[in-house]
């Protein structure tokens, strides 16, 4: 299994009732069956801490899932597709206070809801393509989803965090 991951420190805090925020990224995966996070939300280097999830990854049947956090335990869900193997994929995830949380999928809106995110006081960690670096087993205690706990496996490129939408 391959646990090559990236991983950057200082996340900016998400303060929900003035800045939008969007998140870009490439994907080419080689398998989504058993492939886990994409884009990993923690409080501790581990992937684990007061605040951890899985803001974008694969459900057991191989679903592309944006989760958005609105409380301490509980997540809002945006459902995408089963995306194509060995293609490269553009996804975006864009949440603002006005028009909630969305899915895009090669620039074609995939899934909304509604709800507001959590405010936290801490900088975070995001974590591309493992959900638990430098721990021998995936974490069990985030947030409680239906996205695979483990690595991604395929290729990823372009990743970008904008604070507009």
């Given at each position: 299994?391959?646990?090559?991951?990236?991983?950057?420190?200082?996340?900016?805090?998400?303060?929900?009732?003035?800045?939008?925020?969007?998140?870009?990224?490439?994907?080419?995966?080689?398998?989504?069956?058993?492939?886990?996070?994409?884009?990993?939300?923690?409080?501790?280097?581990?992937?684990?801490?007061?605040?951890?999830?899985?803001?974008?990854?694969?459900?057991?049947?191989?679903?592309?899932?944006?989760?958005?956090?609105?409380?301490?335990?509980?997540?809002?869900?945006?459902?995408?597709?089963i995306l194509p193997l060995n293609t490269w994929t553009h996804i975006a995830i864009v949440y603002s206070n006005?028009?909630?949380?969305?899915?895009?999928?090669?620039?074609?809106?995939?899934?909304?809801?509604?709800?507001?995110?959590t405010t936290n006081q801490f900088s975070l960690y995001i974590t591309l393509g493992n959900n638990s670096p430098?721990?021998?087993?995936?974490?069990?205690?985030?947030?409680?989803?239906?996205?695979?706990?483990?690595?991604y496996r395929g290729g990823m490129d372009e990743f970008r965090i904008y604070n507009r939408e």
């Amino acid at each position: 299994i391959n646990t090559s991951y990236f991983q950057a420190q200082c996340f900016p805090t998400i303060r929900p009732s003035s800045v939008p925020v969007s998140v870009s990224l490439w994907v080419n995966p080689t398998t989504i069956i058993g492939s886990g996070s994409l884009v990993h939300i923690s409080t501790l280097q581990n992937g684990t801490g007061s605040i951890c999830y899985d803001l974008l990854g694969f459900t057991t049947a191989g679903m592309l899932l944006g989760q958005l956090i609105t409380s301490p335990t509980t997540l809002i869900n945006t459902q995408g597709v089963i995306l194509p193997l060995n293609t490269w994929t553009h996804i975006a995830i864009v949440y603002s206070n006005a028009n909630g949380f969305r899915l895009f999928i090669n620039g074609q809106l995939t899934d909304a809801v509604s709800g507001s995110m959590t405010t936290n006081q801490f900088s975070l960690y995001i974590t591309l393509g493992n959900n638990s670096p430098g721990l021998s087993i995936s974490s069990s205690s985030c947030v409680s989803s239906t996205v695979i706990a483990g690595v991604y496996r395929g290729g990823m490129d372009e990743f970008r965090i904008y604070n507009r939408e």
